[in-house]
C-alpha cells in the first residue's frame, strides 16, 4: 500500500481553512450547532419510528435506516473537524485518515441508493395503493435497505482502496477538512487518470442513476397524482413526495458537484464549502424537512412530548 509506508507515522495535516483564520471561529459554531442539531433531529426520528405503531410502515422504517445513516455519517466527521477548527495542532493520524475515508465513502453511497430506494416505495404507494403492502412487504424492505448498506460498502472498499494504493512522495498537507478522495488524488506524485476514470464511472451508478431512477419515479407519482380526484388526498401526496423531492436535490446537488466535475476544473477552496454543506447542513435538514412536512411525524412528536408513547409499549 503506497500510503502505509509513508505516512502511518506522520498522519496528515488538514489545512482545512486555515487560510481563513477569521472564520474558524464562526465555522467551530456552525460545525456544532448543526452536529447538535443532527443527533437530537435523527435519534428523534428513529425513536418515533419505533414506538409510534401508526409509523411502523415501509416509508418510515427507510426514514429510519436514513436517520441512522446520518447521525453515523456525521459523527465519522464532526468531531475531527470540531478539534481541528479549535486546536492548534491541525491533524489527523494515519488510521484516523483511513477510517474517515472508508466511513464516509461507505455511508454517502449507502445514501444515494437508499434515497432511490425511498423513491421506489413513494412509487408503488401513489401508483400502485392497492398492491402496497404485498409489493413493499417487511421482507422486500429488509432486502431493500441491505442492498443500500451493501452496495455503499462495495463502493467504498473500491474508491478508498484505489486511492490508498497512490504513493505521496512525503505530501502529507492535505488541503481539506476531511480526508476526501478528489483532496487526497491531489497529493498523489503519479498519473492519477486510472484513479480519476473509476472514480467517474462508479460515480455515474450512484450519482446520475440513482437520481435517473429517482425522477423517473416521480414522473409517474406526478401524473398518478393529478388524476387524484380528491382535494385532500392529493395534497396529502404531494406533500409527502415533495419532502422526498427536497432531500435529494439538495443531497445530490452538492454531492454531483464535488465527484463528477473534471479535476482540471475543480476549485479546492470552493469544494472544501461544499462539502461543509453536505456533510454538516444536510443530515441536519432530512429530520427537518420530513417532520415539518408530515402531518403523522408531527403527531407522533407531540405524543412523545407528552410522555404518551411510553403508555403505547406497555
Same mark, same amino acid.
Given at each position: 500500500?503506497?500510503?502505509?509506508?509513508?505516512?502511518?507515522?506522520?498522519?496528515?495535516?488538514?489545512?482545512?481553512?486555515?487560510?481563513?483564520?477569521?472564520?474558524?471561529?464562526?465555522?467551530?459554531?456552525?460545525?456544532?450547532?448543526?452536529?447538535?442539531?443532527?443527533?437530537?433531529?435523527?435519534?428523534?426520528?428513529?425513536?418515533?419510528?419505533?414506538?409510534?405503531?401508526?409509523?411502523?410502515?415501509?416509508?418510515?422504517?427507510?426514514?429510519?435506516?436514513?436517520?441512522?445513516?446520518?447521525?453515523?455519517?456525521?459523527?465519522?466527521?464532526?468531531?475531527?473537524?470540531?478539534?481541528?477548527?479549535? *486546536?492548534?495542532?491541525?491533524?489527523?493520524?494515519? *488510521?484516523?485518515?483511513?477510517?474517515?475515508?472508508?466511513?464516509?465513502?461507505?455511508?454517502?453511497?449507502?445514501?444515494?441508493?437508499?434515497?432511490?430506494?425511498?423513491a421506489l416505495d413513494r412509487y408503488v404507494a401513489v401508483?400502485?395503493?392497492?398492491?402496497?403492502?404485498?409489493?413493499?412487504?417487511?421482507?422486500?424492505?429488509?432486502? =431493500?435497505?441491505?442492498?443500500?448498506?451493501?452496495?455503499?460498502?462495495?463502493?467504498?472498499?473500491?474508491?478508498?482502496?484505489?486511492?490508498?494504493?497512490?504513493?505521496?512522495? *512525503?505530501?502529507?498537507?492535505?488541503?481539506?477538512?476531511?480526508?476526501?478522495?478528489?483532496?487526497?488524488?491531489?497529493?498523489?506524485?503519479?498519473?492519477?487518470?486510472?484513479?480519476?476514470?473509476?472514480?467517474?464511472?462508479?460515480?455515474?451508478?450512484?450519482?446520475?442513476?440513482?437520481?435517473? =431512477?429517482?425522477?423517473?419515479?416521480? *414522473?409517474?407519482?406526478?401524473?398518478?397524482?393529478?388524476?387524484?380526484?380528491?382535494?385532500?388526498?392529493?395534497?396529502?401526496?404531494?406533500?409527502?413526495?415533495?419532502?422526498?423531492?427536497?432531500?435529494?436535490?439538495?443531497?445530490?446537488?452538492?454531492?454531483?458537484?464535488?465527484?463528477?466535475?473534471?479535476?482540471?476544473?475543480?476549485?479546492?477552496?470552493?469544494?472544501?464549502?461544499?462539502?461543509?454543506?453536505?456533510?454538516?447542513?444536510?443530515?441536519?435538514?432530512?429530520?427537518?424537512?420530513?417532520?415539518?412536512?408530515?402531518?403523522?411525524?408531527?403527531?407522533?412528536?407531540?405524543?412523545?412530548?407528552?410522555?404518551?408513547?411510553?403508555?403505547?409499549?406497555?
Open positions: 500500500m503506497g500510503w502505509a509506508n509513508e505516512s502511518s507515522l506522520m498522519g496528515f495535516i488538514l489545512l482545512g481553512f486555515s487560510d481563513h483564520p477569521h472564520l474558524e471561529a464562526v465555522l467551530f459554531v456552525f460545525v456544532l450547532a448543526f452536529y447538535l442539531l443532527t443527533l437530537v433531529g435523527n435519534i428523534t426520528i428513529i425513536i418515533i419510528s419505533y414506538l409510534d405503531p401508526p409509523l411502523h410502515t415501509p416509508m418510515y422504517f427507510f426514514l429510519s435506516n436514513l436517520s441512522i445513516l446520518d447521525l453515523c455519517f456525521t459523527t465519522s466527521l464532526a468531531p475531527q473537524t470540531l478539534v481541528n477548527l479549535r *486546536g492548534p495542532e491541525k491533524t489527523i493520524t494515519f *488510521g484516523g485518515c483511513v477510517a474517515q475515508l472508508y466511513i464516509s465513502l461507505a455511508l454517502g453511497s449507502t445514501e444515494c441508493i437508499l434515497l432511490a430506494v425511498m401508483c400502485k395503493p392497492l398492491h402496497y403492502t404485498v409489493i413493499m412487504n417487511p421482507q422486500v424492505c429488509q432486502w =431493500l435497505a441491505s442492498l443500500s448498506w451493501l452496495s455503499g460498502l462495495a463502493n467504498s472498499l473500491i474508491h478508498a482502496t484505489f486511492t490508498l494504493q497512490l504513493p505521496l512522495c *512525503g505530501n502529507h498537507r492535505l488541503d481539506h477538512f476531511i480526508c476526501e478522495v478528489p483532496a487526497l488524488l491531489k497529493l498523489a506524485c503519479v498519473d492519477t487518470t486510472v484513479n480519476e476514470l473509476v472514480l467517474f464511472v462508479v460515480s455515474i451508478l450512484f450519482l446520475v442513476m440513482s437520481p435517473a =431512477l429517482i425522477l423517473i419515479s416521480y *414522473g409517474f407519482i406526478a401524473h398518478a397524482v393529478l388524476r387524484i380526484k380528491s382535494a385532500e388526498a392529493r395534497h396529502k401526496a404531494f406533500s409527502t413526495c415533495s419532502s422526498h423531492l427536497t432531500v435529494v436535490v439538495v443531497f445530490y446537488g452538492t454531492v454531483i458537484y464535488m465527484y463528477l466535475q473534471p479535476s482540471d476544473s475543480y476549485s479546492q477552496e470552493q469544494g472544501k464549502f461544499i462539502s461543509l454543506f453536505y456533510t454538516m447542513v444536510t443530515p441536519t435538514l432530512n429530520p427537518i424537512v420530513y417532520t415539518l412536512r408530515n402531518k403523522d411525524v408531527k403527531e407522533a412528536l407531540k405524543k412523545l412530548l407528552s410522555g404518551k408513547l411510553g403508555a403505547l409499549r406497555t
